[in-house]
């Protein structure tokens, strides 16, 4: 059996991350989980992308989870606790602290490590068969701080208490319900709306998405006072950008704006 790895692929503006182990539904091993912050680092980097999507290979899953199997040897003992957890903290801060969109879209399994990655996502749409869950108590697996952070800005307590106390799974209207995913689709409609979504996001000005994706990930900081000059610094580079003159300019003379991210 082949092992996971971890698909990079840039596709014109849109940078791409899949979770290539379906034999495992997906799981992610030690490798993937060190690939990510490489991925985030290398399309931070290119001006050419402008937006990142994570999904799973085929249909069946997005990510059923971290890779348990590896357990035994990278999250035993309190030092590779430590160590592994460090490792996730990187991973989910490499896509949250991006000042490009993220999308998961999500087939199937979305379970664990891989709701961990979804919820750090700034988008997420699935499916209308995809399940979701957190089964840490069912597995006595300590859940990681950062995980913990995101699931609970995300669904808030009273949800959270009940995902992490009971491990139990969720199907896609509950998951909506509880703003795990902004949009439920027909499975066989799934991958044309979220090319809708993307299509839109490369439309839309890039500076001002980064804006506000900084300010909203700044108030959600869970130690210390928001960084308002961080924040202020953002406003003031979208408000002396070309795409700001050229956001007036369109409207003032009623066609599509064209923005360049600078």
Same mark, same amino acid.
């Given at each position: 059996?082949?092992?996971?790895?971890?698909?990079?692929?840039?596709?014109?503006?849109?940078?791409?991350?899949?979770?290539?182990?379906?034999?495992?539904?997906?799981?992610?091993?030690?490798?993937?989980?060190?690939?990510?912050?490489?991925?985030?680092?290398?399309?931070? /980097?290119?001006?050419?992308?402008?937006?990142?999507?994570?999904? &799973?290979?085929? /249909?069946?899953?997005?990510?059923?989870?971290?890779?348990?199997? *590896?357990?035994?040897?990278?999250? /035993?003992?309190?030092?590779?606790?430590?160590?592994?957890?460090? =490792?996730?903290?990187?991973?989910?801060?490499?896509?949250?602290?991006?000042?490009?969109?993220?999308?998961?879209?999500?087939?199937?399994?979305?379970?664990?490590?891989?709701?961990?990655?979804?919820?750090?996502?700034?988008?997420?749409? +699935? $499916?209308?068969?995809?399940?979701?869950?957190?089964?840490?108590?069912?597995?006595?697996?300590?859940?990681?701080?950062? $995980?913990?952070?995101? =699931?609970?800005?995300?669904?808030?307590?009273?949800?959270?208490?009940? !995902?992490?106390? =009971?491990?139990? %799974?969720? &199907?896609?209207?509950?998951? =909506?319900?509880? &703003?795990?995913?902004? %949009?439920?689709?027909?499975?066989? *409609?799934?991958?044309?709306?979220?090319?809708?979504? !993307?299509?839109?996001?490369?439309?839309?000005?890039?500076?001002?998405?980064?804006?506000?994706?900084? !300010?909203?990930?700044?108030?959600?900081?869970?130690? &210390?006072?928001?960084?308002?000059?961080?924040?202020?610094?953002? !406003?003031?580079? +979208?408000?002396?950008?070309?795409?700001?003159?050229? $956001?007036?300019?369109?409207?003032?003379?009623?066609?599509?704006?064209?923005?360049?991210?600078?």
């Amino acid at each position: 059996m082949s092992a996971g790895r971890l698909g990079v692929d840039k596709r014109g503006a849109v940078g791409w991350i899949v979770f290539d182990q379906p034999q495992k539904k997906n799981a992610i091993n030690g490798a993937m989980w060190r690939g990510i912050p490489e991925a985030m680092a290398r399309f931070d /980097a290119d001006a050419e992308v402008r937006c990142v999507v994570f999904r &799973g290979a085929g /249909a069946e899953a997005f990510a059923a989870g971290a890779d348990i199997s *590896e357990f035994e040897k990278v999250r /035993a003992g309190g030092g590779a606790v430590s160590e592994y957890d460090g =490792l996730l903290d990187r991973v989910l801060h490499s896509i949250q602290d991006s000042r490009k969109p993220s999308v998961a879209l999500i087939h199937g399994y979305c379970m664990g490590g891989g709701l961990e990655v979804a919820l750090a996502c700034d988008l997420r749409y +699935c $499916g209308a068969s995809a399940q979701f869950g957190i089964p840490a108590a069912k597995l006595g697996i300590a859940y990681n701080v950062e $995980g913990h952070k995101r =699931l609970l800005e995300t669904v808030g307590h009273a949800r959270a208490r009940e !995902i992490m106390f =009971l491990g139990r %799974r969720y &199907g896609a209207p509950e998951a =909506l319900a509880m &703003g795990l995913v902004h %949009r439920v689709l027909p499975d066989a *409609e799934l991958e044309a709306h979220v090319d809708g979504v !993307i299509a839109t996001l490369l439309e839309n000005a890039p500076l001002a998405i980064a804006n506000s994706k900084t !300010i909203l990930e700044e108030y959600a900081k869970a130690e &210390g006072a928001a960084d308002h000059d961080r924040m202020r610094g953002a !406003i003031e580079r +979208c408000a002396k950008s070309e795409d700001y003159q050229e $956001g007036r300019r369109a409207f003032m003379e009623k066609r599509k704006p064209q923005f360049r991210g600078r």
